[in-house]
């Protein structure tokens, strides 16, 4: 069984007015991701012993491997992105009490936890991705990592919101303008309903 793009979870042009518009969407989703499922496609059916395994087992045992590094980015990227659409939302920006309460027992607020994670997505070296994770001491905290990389590889906590800082994801509607694509996203596009529901199931 082949590994196949997930549709998103709403239009194309669903969130044109919050700063991700449809070309984006299209770009980002439509073609990036894509490539990176059927690049993993290929390079699963060449490999025997990565076929019948999960995505998560196959990022798990390709991470810091140096024979497998295509399978890992590409595998990476396909679950990063997955989850990076799963963490928009045409209704973004609007925080559920039980998030709001979580986030300022654990950063002191909630305006300190979006300068947290704001100072991560921002100080990201070229491509990458920031996370909002649950560590393994029951507290949520940020991270970020390079390339392909995720929390999944390293085992370090359970994912609850990322947010894809690759050029690719705002150079239409944010050309070189990182920090305020950051922002936007914050303030406008977060689905913290879904992390809020991510966090109640970790
Ligand atoms: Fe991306």
Same mark, same amino acid.
């Given at each position: $069984?082949?590994?196949?793009?997930?549709?998103?979870?709403? @239009?194309?042009? !669903?969130?044109?007015?919050?700063? $991700?518009?449809?070309?984006?969407?299209?770009?980002?989703?439509?073609?990036?991701?894509?490539?990176?499922? /059927? !690049?993993?496609?290929?390079?699963?059916?060449?490999?025997?012993?990565?076929?019948?395994?999960?995505?998560?087992?196959? #990022?798990? +045992?390709?991470?810091?491997?140096?024979?497998?590094?295509?399978?890992?980015?590409? !595998?990476?990227?396909?679950?990063?992105?997955?989850?990076?659409?799963? @963490?928009? @939302?045409?209704?973004?920006?609007? $925080?559920?009490?039980?998030?709001?309460?979580?986030?300022?027992?654990?950063?002191?607020?909630?305006?300190?936890?979006?300068?947290?994670?704001?100072?991560?997505?921002?100080?990201?070296?070229? @491509?990458?991705?920031?996370?909002? #994770?649950?560590?393994? =001491?029951?507290?949520?905290?940020? /991270?970020? /990592?390079?390339?392909?990389?995720?929390?999944?590889? /390293?085992?370090?906590?359970? +994912?609850? $919101?990322?947010?894809?800082?690759w050029e690719?994801?705002?150079?239409?509607?944010?050309?070189?303008?990182?920090?305020?694509? #950051? =922002?936007?996203?914050?303030a406008k596009? !977060?689905?913290? =309903?879904?992390?809020?529901?991510?966090?109640?199931?970790a």
């Amino acid at each position: $069984m082949s590994f196949a793009l997930p549709s998103l979870p709403f @239009s194309a042009n !669903a969130l044109a007015g919050r700063g $991700m518009c449809q070309e984006t969407l299209e770009l980002h989703h439509g073609k990036h991701h894509q490539a990176y499922v /059927t !690049a993993l496609n290929g390079l699963v059916e060449k490999n025997p012993s990565l076929q019948g395994k999960s995505l998560e087992e196959i #990022i798990k +045992l390709s991470h810091n491997n140096s024979e497998l590094t295509a399978v890992f980015n590409n !595998a990476g990227q396909h679950w990063n992105h997955s989850r990076f659409w799963e @963490s928009l @939302s045409p209704q973004g920006g609007r $925080m559920p009490g039980a998030l709001e309460k979580r986030l300022a027992a654990d950063f002191g607020s909630v305006d300190k936890f979006k300068e947290t994670f704001k100072t991560a997505a921002a100080t990201q070296f070229g @491509s990458g991705w920031a996370w909002l #994770i649950l560590g393994h =001491d029951g507290k949520l905290k940020v /991270t970020k /990592t390079a390339n392909a990389g995720s929390p999944l590889a /390293t085992g370090e906590g359970k +994912l609850i $919101m990322v947010l894809d800082v690759w050029e690719h994801a705002y150079y239409v509607d944010f050309r070189n303008r990182r920090a305020d694509f #950051i =922002d936007n996203f914050l303030a406008k596009v !977060a689905n913290y =309903d879904d992390a809020a529901e991510k966090l109640q199931k970790a």
